[in-house]
């Protein structure tokens, strides 16, 4: 079983500039979330999606931070525009459906510096 | 509200050493999930355990084991014989089951460093 894909797996920009990560869910997984990991702290909820809709977004800074589950398989996350606090590792996890009790599966990450 | 308590920042023990990470978790719901990441170097979060709460039976799994007690809400995680392997970060984390699939709620982490 193939696991959660993101890319990339490095960006560097400039603050100000708007970025976009992208995520590839395990294959049936309904639910998806993205995490913030700041350095030296555990992941932060970003927000989280059931299948295309959104279920929890309370903690994205919806100002700068906007993502998209479209057609409720991939996911993109896109920072506009960044700040130097946005540096920090973003890191998407997939989820079986209907499952509580169910682990998250979580890709590689996508290590953000903002300069 | 959930919280999730890893009181221990860093530990440093010698290669074949015992050591157990703690944790302590809050959450007003009678049913949840408790659950150990390793975080290597490489920066993914891989799945070590999970807990259910009616489940208080510790398990064992090779040279790691759990101890989980409902009366002082705590899940510790215990590696036998560390090897330089073990090394990463560890985090404990929750997921409340009172409204289907919740996101996990992690801690701070406990960073492991075993010496050769």
């Known amino acids: 079983e193939a696991g959660v894909a993101q890319s990339p797996r490095y960006k560097i920009i400039e603050k100000r500039q708007s970025v976009a990560f992208w995520c590839n869910p395990i294959?049936?997984?309904?639910?998806l979330y993205w995490y913030q990991q700041i350095l030296g702290q555990g992941p932060k909820l970003l927000i989280q999606?059931?299948?295309?809709?959104?279920?929890?977004d309370s903690q994205l800074p919806k100002d700068r931070f906007s993502a998209e589950r479209l057609k409720g398989v991939d996911s993109t996350l896109k920072i506009q525009p960044a700040k130097l606090e946005d540096s920090a590792v973003y890191l998407c996890?997939?989820?079986?459906?209907?499952?509580?009790?169910?682990?998250?599966?979580f890709g590689q990450g996508t290590r953000l510096t903002v300069v | 509200a959930q919280k999730v308590t890893q009181a221990q920042t860093e530990i440093s023990v010698v290669e074949k050493e015992d050591v157990t990470l703690d944790c302590v978790y809050e959450?007003?719901?009678?049913?949840?999930?408790l659950f150990w990441y390793k975080q290597p170097p490489s920066g993914e979060l891989v799945f070590l355990i999970r807990?259910?709460?009616?489940?208080?039976q510790n398990e064992i799994s090779g040279r790691y084991s759990w101890n989980f007690q409902k009366s002082t809400s705590s899940f510790n995680f215990t590696i036998t014989a560390s090897q330089v392997v073990d090394s990463a970060v560890y985090f404990c984390?929750?997921?409340?089951?009172?409204?289907?699939?919740?996101?996990?709620?992690f801690g701070k982490g406990t960073r492991l460093s075993v010496i050769a």
């Open positions: 996890a997939s989820r079986r459906t209907g499952y509580t009790n169910t682990e998250a599966f």
């Open positions: 294959s049936g997984h309904a639910t």
């Open positions: 999606f059931q299948n295309n809709g959104v279920v929890d």
């Open positions: 959450t007003r719901d009678t049913t949840y999930y």
């Open positions: 807990r259910n709460s009616f489940d208080e």
């Open positions: 984390a929750l997921s409340e089951a009172r409204r289907g699939n919740t996101p996990l709620v």
